[in-house]
C-alpha cells in the first residue's frame, strides 16, 4: 500500500480505517494494532490515534483504559435506535430534497443508484458504502445541514447493517427494486410518495434485522 499523502492526513485516515471496520477486516474480541496498522499507512501513532477517537465519535469503535481501541460489536439496541431515529427523520427530509433538488443533484441520484445497483447485482465489495451514498444524495438536497449531518452519521454507523440485512438470499434484489421506486417518485418531485416509500423501506429494514441479531450468536 502506497503511504498517505501528508495532505489531508487525518480525514484520509479516518476513511481508510472507517472502510476496514466497515468491511469486517478488523477483529472485534481483540486491540486494534496501532504499530502495525500505522506501519502499513506508512504514518506515525499520533495522527491514527487521532483518527481512532474520530471514529468513537461516530460510534464504530470503543476504547478501553490501557487497552486501546476495539470495534465494537453488532447489536439489536444499536440497531434499533439507528433505524428508528432514521424512521423519524429521514423520510421528511427525502421528501423536501425531492422538491427542491437541482437538475445536477438530480443526474447525481441517479448515477448514486446506477452504481449502487451494479454493485449489489454483482454482489461486489462497497455495497455498504454505495448504499450510504445513494441515501444521502437524496437528502442533501433538502438544504437542512443539521439534519443532514445527523442522518450522516447515522448511516455511517448503520453500514454494517445494511451488510447484515443483505445477506439472505434475495435481499439484494429487493433492496434494488425498493431504491429504483424511491428514485422514481423522488426524481418525479412527488414528495409525499418519496416519503411513504421510504419510510416504508426503512422500517422493513429494521424488522428485518430484529429478527437477523435476534437469531445470531452474542458477539
Not at 424511491?182 to 421510504?198: F, G, P, Y
Not at 423501506?201 to 424488522?207: A, D, G, K, Y
Amino acid at each position: 500500500m502506497k503511504p498517505i499523502l501528508v495532505r489531508n492526513l487525518s480525514e484520509q485516515l479516518v476513511q481508510l480505517v472507517r472502510d476496514r471496520i466497515l468491511a469486517e477486516s478488523v477483529p472485534l474480541d481483540q486491540p486494534i494494532r496501532q504499530d502495525a496498522l500505522a506501519a502499513e499507512l506508512g504514518v506515525s501513532k499520533i495522527p491514527l490515534r487521532e483518527a481512532l477517537a474520530r471514529l468513537e465519535e461516530e460510534g464504530l469503535v470503543r476504547s478501553q483504559a490501557n487497552r486501546g481501541f476495539f470495534v465494537r460489536a453488532l447489536s439489536a439496541g444499536e440497531a434499533e435506535e439507528v433505524y428508528l431515529l432514521r424512521l423519524q427523520l429521514e423520510p421528511a427530509t427525502v421528501a423536501l430534497a425531492a422538491r427542491r433538488a437541482s437538475e445536477e443533484e438530480r443526474q447525481q441520484a441517479s448515477a448514486s443508484f446506477a452504481t449502487l445497483y451494479e454493485a449489489t447485482d454483482a454482489h461486489g465489495e462497497g455495497v455498504a458504502a454505495f448504499n450510504r451514498a445513494f441515501h444521502l444524495a437524496l437528502i442533501r438536497p433538502s438544504q437542512h445541514p443539521i439534519t443532514t449531518g445527523i442522518l450522516e452519521r447515522l448511516h455511517v454507523i448503520g453500514d454494517r447493517y445494511v451488510r447484515k440485512h443483505l445477506e439472505p438470499l434475495g435481499r439484494d434484489e429487493r433492496a434494488n427494486d425498493e431504491h429504483r421506486e424511491i428514485l422514481n417518485a423522488w426524481l418525479a418531485r412527488d414528495a409525499r410518495q418519496a416519503s411513504a416509500l421510504t419510510k416504508a423501506h426503512i422500517n422493513q429494514t429494521l424488522v428485518d434485522l430484529r429478527r437477523q441479531l435476534a437469531a445470531a450468536p452474542a458477539a
